[in-house]
């Protein structure tokens, strides 16, 4: 079985996909040894992020454990996570 999409620390709130998906593949991804299976609501491509879990407008987006940005909008499990739905904190941060 080929895997499709990786979370790279059980802190975050996405995914990451290892490949081009389409809407309503199954991902299964590992989260504090358990597999989470998330159907994808929308095409994702190539190493982009898709929610995990349903994330609040206003709340933090978790990638490798730490805060990247945050949700400009309710984002559902399986939705594409990028700059049509989230604002990016890392360079704000950078920049103190």
């Known amino acids: 079985m080929k895997i499709k999409g990786v979370v790279l620390n059980s802190k975050d709130n996405v995914g990451v ?15 504090n040894g358990q597999t989470a299976s998330v159907k994808l609501a929308e095409p994702i491509a190539y190493q982009h992020k898709f929610s995990i879990k349903h994330i609040s407008s206003g709340s933090k ?3 490798y454990g730490e805060v990247i940005g945050e949700a ?3 984002i559902e499990p399986g939705q594409h996570v990028h700059i049509h739905n989230m604002i990016g904190l890392r360079a704000k941060a950078i920049k103190k």
């Open 72 to 74: 400009t909008k309710d």
């Open 61 to 63: 987006i978790l990638k």
């Open 17 to 31: 996909a290892l490949m081009d998906l389409e809407r309503g593949t199954e991902v299964d991804v590992k989260l």
